[in-house]
């Protein structure tokens, strides 16, 4: 059983759990499992009901993730691997074709002790619009990457197993 200690700003694996995430290409079928979308651009000019309208101030910005990202950013000076959430929608797009992984996740039952997570290799000039408050990280993207983000607060909870920090292993 996973558990979210939201105060503490954990999220506890049990210690069978070996640490390794599946990876696969998103797709719209395969993101939209955990509430995320593939924002498509068009030429059309009519609204449709899957429109994305964004009320919150938000700023477009290009991120570089280096090779090293994981290891000396989120490992080091960030304290740690984890998940996020947030009450503002965001978009993500990998510019260059090797962009690491996009990670999402959700919870598959009501007292959230169950988890589903999955590393989604995102081609490139692909957008993935998350919604307010799913679960997701970007600990394991490379490359540059055009990002939508608000400057509202956000939630995040760092991942432990065995009482220490870890990292998913990406499969």
Known sequence: DVRLDEAAQRLVFPPSFNGEIQSEIATPESVSYYGASIAFSSQRTETK????????????????????????????????????????HHLDMPITQDSGHFVLAKFTNKANTEIHITAFSVPARQIIYTPENILHTNNYQKGTWRIMLSDQKLNEAKLFKNGEQFHFIIK
């Open 49 to 88: 009901e899957d429109d994305v309208f964004i009320d919150e101030r938000h700023a477009v910005q290009d991120f570089t993730y280096g090779d090293t990202y994981l290891r000396d950013w989120v490992l080091g000076e960030a304290g740690g691997a984890g998940l996020e959430w947030h009450p503002f």
